[in-house]
């Protein structure tokens, strides 16, 4: 059963059912960091009670990427498991720690905060409801009963970067997403290294709207870039994809998606997309709140899950030779020799490259 409320109706929400108490244990002094590198088993799940999921979003369902990805994986994990979902939308920051608070009232066995910006709250609210996981998606937290689940999002950017390095013919790509914090930073880093390791002359630019969904912005910050001789642009952008993805289009330069496959929404710009299916990465986190299995880390999926993390259809425009350093490098990371982390220089955020 799927249940949508808006910010009103949800404080005054209050429907009973019957819940695990879920008791989990982790190592909270020292989180560490897990590579998935196969998708769980639902042979041992037990459907005999009703298993309840929440999520908190900050932009809408229909965006066709960030936010409608995460709904989708809620929704896909509360059908298998047999279980019951919520969501409510449009949550701005001043509201993520009641928003959370109030689904863990309601005996949520697992409340979801759909982005690094959910972090802090999850952070703080955590403490105060014990017998409720709290899962950030795209974060980078780790506690007794709180964990983060990002795709490999260095492994993307990368690859990423290394298409636009190699397409680009004014020397200039940017790296455009909404707002600033660790994973969105680390995002644009990836970009830029992989950008520079097949372009030692490009220059990259990283833009950043405000706003995740705003039309108007994305469609703006893309003019403003192009203005400046951007002639490719990787974005990080929910509602405003669309904008950024067809202004390409619409300037005669070219593009990268994210989320999903975004060919079809500029295809004469998106070059390819970095197809990251952050609702696959929540319904396995699902699975092992509800067999008891989840640890307080942080898990990390990368492109040896290909059901979740993969580059998306290549256009016809990629000359062969871009394609095949695209799989060359692939290769590289499946075998382990490109690796990634996030490390710091001087006090800032960056990613370390290891091969």
Same mark, same amino acid.
């Given at each position: 059963m799927t249940k949508k409320l808006n910010r009103r109706s949800f404080i005054c929400y209050g429907s009973v059912?019957?819940?695990?108490?879920?008791?989990?244990?982790?190592?909270?002094d020292s989180p560490s960091t897990v590579i998935l590198t196969e998708n769980p088993s639902n042979d041992s799940i037990d459907n005999s009670e009703t298993f309840k999921i929440a999520i908190a979003l900050p932009g809408?369902? !229909?965006?066709?990427?960030?936010?409608?990805?995460?709904?989708?994986?809620?929704?896909?994990?509360?059908?298998?498991?047999?279980g019951e979902m919520i969501y409510v939308e449009n949550i701005a920051q001043p509201d993520q720690v009641e928003t959370l608070s109030d689904f863990a009232r309601k005996d949520y066995d697992l409340v979801v905060g759909h982005g690094g910006q959910f972090d802090a709250a999850i952070q703080q609210v955590a403490s105060q409801f014990p017998n409720t996981f709290f899962l950030g998606v795209n974060g980078n937290i780790a506690g007794e009963n709180y964990a983060s689940v990002t795709?490999?999002?260095f492994q993307m950017g990368y690859l990423a970067g290394v298409i636009a390095g190699l397409m680009t013919k004014t020397n200039k790509v940017a790296y455009l997403t909404g707002l600033s914090f660790k994973g969105t930073n680390l995002q644009g880093k990836a970009f830029e290294l992989g950008a520079k390791s097949v372009?030692?002359?490009?220059? #990259? #630019?990283?833009?950043?709207?405000?706003?995740?969904n705003d039309i108007a912005k994305g469609k703006e910050a893309t003019?403003?870039?192009?203005? !400046?001789?951007?002639?490719?642009?990787?974005?990080?952008?929910?509602?405003?994809?669309?904008? #950024?993805?067809?202004?390409?289009?619409?300037?005669?330069?070219?593009?990268?998606g994210n989320t999903t496959d975004q060919l079809d929404v500029a295809p004469k710009a998106v070059l390819t997309s970095a197809v990251q299916d952050?609702?696959?990465?929540?319904?396995?986190?699902?699975n092992l709140v509800k067999n008891n299995q989840v640890k307080g880390e942080k898990y990390i999926l990368g492109i040896e899950n290909p059901d979740i993390t993969k580059l998306g259809r290549f256009n016809d425009v990629l000359p062969e030779e871009v394609k095949q350093k695209v799989e060359e490098v692939q290769q590289q990371m499946l075998a382990g020799k490109l690796k990634f982390e996030d490390c710091t220089?001087?006090?800032?955020?960056? #990613?370390?490259?290891?091969k």
């Open positions: 059912t019957l819940v695990t108490s879920l008791l989990l244990k982790a190592c909270a809408v369902i !229909t965006d066709g990427g960030w936010n409608q990805s995460g709904y989708e994986g809620v929704k896909k994990a509360a059908e298998i498991l047999n795709t490999n999002y372009n030692s002359s490009v220059e #990259v #630019v990283i833009s950043y709207t405000g706003d995740f003019l403003a870039l192009i203005s !400046t001789g951007v002639d490719v642009i990787y974005h990080l952008l929910d509602n405003a994809a669309p904008a #950024v993805l067809k202004t390409a289009q619409e300037k005669g330069i070219y593009a990268v952050v609702g696959g990465a929540i319904a396995y986190i699902a220089e001087s006090g800032r955020d960056k #990613v370390c490259v290891q």
